[in-house]
């Protein structure tokens, strides 16, 4: 840029800078401009020193947003374990409540309990009865749950609830009919 341009120009003896002559730069208001290198050299360290402490504020920073991010991960993982668990239970407990209802509605066919062969066969299937109901016509519904974390968890045992399921089971449409035999009740 050319001292015109800029507002400034320079004097001095001979204009030659070599043969030791001070050379003075003076503004277009007419102030002096011999420090101003050295301003500048101090505004740029200073500028340095105030980055290089905001760099050192934040150091570990990146170390707090991967804990974060690796918590956030582990809770997925824990959300998705835990809706896992629970349709692994919901299934089981459909599939108690099947064999249940097969199991009673065959019983009941063959004059026996329904509702006590219903709880053995949903018992050995993982579930309990909540309900056993023999209907007219020889069928019978059958309610049955089970914990969507298994008894041997231990202190996690049915933190998650437990999950339910229906069934109705008995003869075909058209078939004859099976009376109720005695002494069979709703559970």
């Given at each position: 840029?050319?001292?015109?341009?800029d507002?400034?120009?320079?004097?001095?003896?001979?204009g030659?800078?070599?043969?030791?002559?001070?050379?003075?730069?003076?503004?277009?208001?007419?102030?002096s401009?011999?420090?101003?290198?050295?301003?500048?050299?101090?505004?740029?360290?200073?500028?340095?020193?105030?980055?290089?402490r905001?760099?050192?504020?934040?150091?570990g920073?990146g170390?707090?947003?991967?804990?974060?991010?690796?918590a956030?991960?582990?809770?997925?993982?824990?959300a998705?374990?835990?809706?896992?668990?629970a349709?692994?239970?919901?299934?089981?407990?459909?599939?108690?409540?099947?064999l249940g209802?097969?199991?009673?509605?065959?019983?009941?066919?063959?004059?026996?309990?329904?509702c006590?062969?219903?709880?053995?066969?949903?018992?050995?299937?993982?579930?309990?009865?909540?309900?056993c109901?023999?209907?007219?016509g020889?069928?019978?519904?059958?309610?049955?749950?089970r914990?969507?974390?298994?008894?041997?968890?231990?202190p996690w045992?049915?933190?998650?609830?437990?999950?339910g399921a229906?069934?109705?089971?008995?003869?075909r449409?058209?078939a004859?009919?099976?009376?109720?035999?005695?002494?069979?009740?709703?559970?």
């Amino acid at each position: 840029m050319s001292a015109a341009r800029d507002g400034t120009h320079e004097s001095g003896a001979s204009g030659d800078t070599s043969a030791g002559t001070a050379t003075e730069r003076t503004t277009t208001d007419g102030s002096s401009d011999v420090g101003r290198a050295d301003r500048d050299r101090c505004a740029a360290d200073a500028r340095a020193n105030r980055d290089e402490r905001a760099v050192h504020r934040e150091r570990g920073a990146g170390t707090v947003v991967v804990l974060a991010l690796a918590a956030v991960v582990v809770l997925l993982a824990l959300a998705v374990g835990a809706l896992g668990a629970a349709q692994r239970a919901r299934g089981a407990a459909q599939a108690a409540a099947d064999l249940g209802a097969l199991a009673a509605a065959t019983a009941w066919r063959q004059g026996a309990d329904p509702c006590a062969t219903a709880a053995e066969a949903v018992r050995r299937n993982g579930g309990e009865v909540v309900a056993c109901v023999p209907e007219d016509g020889g069928i019978v519904g059958v309610r049955a749950s089970r914990a969507a974390v298994g008894p041997e968890v231990g202190p996690w045992a049915g933190a998650l609830g437990a999950a339910g399921a229906h069934a109705r089971a008995g003869p075909r449409p058209g078939a004859a009919p099976v009376s109720a035999p005695t002494g069979a009740g709703s559970t």
